[in-house]
């Protein structure tokens, strides 16, 4: 599988010390004379069993900061011809606009220099300020010329639902580029992660961020974000798989009966889902049974949605069984290799 | 098919309509300005009754957030889950390829005409000032 592009792995920013030298004088200077660091987000703490597999993880060294063992365990291991960086890291959920947009300019420089220079397998999304979209829509238009930028990389719970017109300048400056939009698993953590408040419990948090990427679909459907936006591609990270086939049931069951309340939603959801959205693998939430697998792939009735990944090194798999069975070696194919270059129009470019 | 008298045309104003049983089947005869409908009365869905249902107008949108209404009265909601069908063609709105409230024809003939037959009209007296409404089935 030396083609394989892995659509979703973490390295990891181990101080904000790295990102000084690609701030501004007045912010490298702010977070030492402020003695600010450790801008992990809450979603996925560095020293918790879902930020990294046992056999990764590196005494002394938070999860994907090491760029030789990325390499090897990564992409060498996995055999990737390309791997998305999607970094998570506090600047998209910073309360401040300003520091957040700081950290994530010099974040997308420092990914750049040290990482992507480091290793032409690697490519990555530019990480905006998520709490101030005329800020984020700058960061995209600074970076998007850097045609190792592949995407724009959103939290999965933000301040608000993602089809409201705050955000039209990051899915218009997205389009623009030609870029699609990544929504990765976690939150801001300034709202509850369930409707009913907070949960005690990281088993009730990471279970009910399927939840929060229903809402962000039926959210950008419901408001006309992809008719607004039709070049529109929107990709869902971490997300999980299986939940999708009874989403949709129930989006085009409910939508049959108020869609007069929506009337620019001219075509059933699932339409929309299955020309605009697409989701990566890991986690992909089913038993080892090929027979049921392929049955859900049957139900989400599209082979053109599904795009690989690890998600290393947060700890989905043991091994490398990276992709459940059940899936044919077309399938297989389509996913690790066609529908991640017909997602991302700039890694096309780059083999072409 | 034969045609089957199933009220007197008086009886169902424009925009008015009517549950009629045509050979123990249930139709929904609505009256659009002068013209005739006739519906199976029974939902495609899961069967509620389109009789009974709110009659309203198409609401369209050329972009998100604009709303724009017209076709008053041609509409016809099911009042179970709120399935929306046009009366003149008995197709659903979301899938009209696919979905559709079954069609019956239905006219209007004098009764002069009627007499005569061949018609079908136990049920309904039959006078010859009067027009009558008739479904084909």
């Known amino acids: 599988m030396a083609e394989t592009i892995d659509c979703d792995i973490h390295p990891g920013v181990p101080t904000v010390k790295v990102l000084l030298p690609y701030m501004d004088a007045y912010w490298a200077d702010a977070f030492v004379q402020r003695g600010m660091d450790g801008f992990d987000l809450a979603s996925y703490p560095p020293g918790s069993p879902i930020a990294c597999r046992p056999d990764w993880r590196r005494a002394g060294q938070k999860p994907g900061t090491d760029l030789a063992q990325l390499q090897s365990a990564a992409l060498d291991a996995f055999g990737a011809r390309f791997a998305i960086c999607n970094p998570l890291y506090g600047g998209t959920v910073a309360v401040s606009e300003t520091m957040g947009a700081a950290i994530c300019s010099a974040l997308n420089d420092w990914i750049a220099a040290e990482w992507l220079n480091a290793d032409p397998r690697l490519r990555a999304s530019i990480v905006v300020p998520a709490q101030a979209p005329h800020l984020a829509a700058e960061e995209i238009d600074r970076k998007a010329p850097d045609r190792r930028f592949v995407q724009v990389l959103l939290p999965a719970g933000a301040e608000m639902l993602y089809g409201k017109s705050y955000y039209w300048p990051i899915f218009e400056a997205a389009q623009r580029h030609g870029l699609p939009v990544g929504i990765h698993a976690g939150l801001m953590y300034r709202h509850a992660p369930t409707s009913n408040g907070w949960p005690s419990f990281h088993l009730h948090d990471y279970v009910a961020g399927a939840q929060v990427f229903e809402d962000q679909l039926l959210s950008l459907i419901s408001e006309g974000t992809f008719l607004r936006y039709p070049g529109l591609r929107i990709v869902l990270l971490e997300s999980g798989v299986t939940w999708l086939p009874g989403f949709i049931w129930r989006a085009i069951k409910t939508w049959r009966g108020v869609r007069a309340e929506v009337p620019w939603v001219k075509r059933s959801p699932a339409a929309y889902i299955r020309e605009h959205v697409r989701l990566t693998m890991q986690p992909f939430d089913a038993p080892d049974d090929p027979a049921i697998v392929a049955q859900l792939l049957e139900e989400i009735g599209s082979d053109e949605m599904l795009l690989y990944a690890t998600d290393w090194p947060h700890w989905q798999f043991e091994g490398e069984r990276a992709v459940p069975p059940g899936f044919s070696p077309a399938l297989l194919r389509r996913i690790t290799v066609d529908n991640p270059l017909a997602t991302y129009p700039r890694l096309q470019e780059s083999i072409a | ?137």
Not at chain 2, 27 to 40: E, Q, T
Not at chain 2, 56 to 61: I, L, S
Not at chain 2, 125 to 130: F, G, I, M, Q, T
């Open chain 2, 1 to 137: 098919m034969s045609r089957h008298v199933v009220a007197a045309a008086a009886e169902v104003p424009p925009g008015g309509r009517k549950l009629v049983m045509v050979r123990g089947r249930p139709i929904a005869v609505c009256n659009l300005g002068g013209a005739f409908f006739g519906l199976l009365n029974r939902c495609p869905h899961q069967g509620g009754s389109l009789c009974e249902g709110l009659v309203t107008h198409a609401v369209t949108a050329d972009r998100p957030g604009e709303y724009r209404m017209s076709r008053q009265g041609e509409i016809i909601r099911c009042p179970w889950h709120g399935w929306e069908f046009d009366i003149r063609t008995g197709q659903s709105w979301c899938e009209p390829d696919r979905i559709a409230a079954r069609q019956y024809p239905v006219s209007v003939a004098p009764g002069a005409d009627l007499v005569k037959g061949p018609y079908v009209a136990e049920t309904i007296p039959v006078s010859v000032e009067a027009d009558y409404i008739v479904v084909e089935m």
